[in-house]
């Protein structure tokens, strides 16, 4: 059975989005609402998957939704941004039974962490000493290193 052209890109546009996910980075997950942009398509609810989970970054996302007016799946790749416990982001998928490719738009709850805190600034270093001195005698403060003597 051929494929058609939309769906070979939404399969195409998936594979490249899960080949180049960076290999550091901690994905994570997200549930929400969603609304796809079309006839009959609407409203709908969104589970998805994030290739990173630091707040305040935009990355990249994979999902599937279930659409209430079309009572159909649509898997979609997009990206979103993701705050501090949120997402919200655009993206572009494939509504399973007519094969149409549509735009939506999903927000909901997202697992995030917070970056990583900078380094702490090191303790300033020991103040240097002023040149040891020993107590003054009859002829004056004298240097301990160097053994010489000021007169006062």
């Known amino acids: ?41 609407g409203p709908g609810l969104t589970v998805k998957v994030f290739s990173d989970d630091e707040e305040d970054s935009v990355v990249a996302s994979l999902g599937i939704d279930y659409l209430f007016q079309a009572n159909r799946w649509r898997p979609n790749i997009g990206v979103a941004y993701l705050g501090e416990g949120w997402y919200i982001g655009p993206d572009l998928g494939l509504v399973l039974g007519d094969d149409q490719a549509s735009v939506g738009i999903s927000a909901g709850w997202a697992d995030t962490e917070a970056p990583p805190a900078a380094a702490p600034a090191p303790p300033p270093g020991p103040t240097p000493n002023p040149t040891p001195t020993t107590p003054p005698t009859d002829e004056g403060t004298c240097d301990r290193f160097t053994e010489d003597c000021y007169a006062e």
């Open 1 to 41: 059975m051929a494929h058609p052209p939309n769906c070979r890109l939404v399969l195409a546009a998936g594979l490249a989005l899960a080949t180049a996910s960076p290999v550091a980075a901690d994905p994570t997950f997200g549930v929400g609402l969603t609304f796809v942009f079309g006839d009959g398509n």
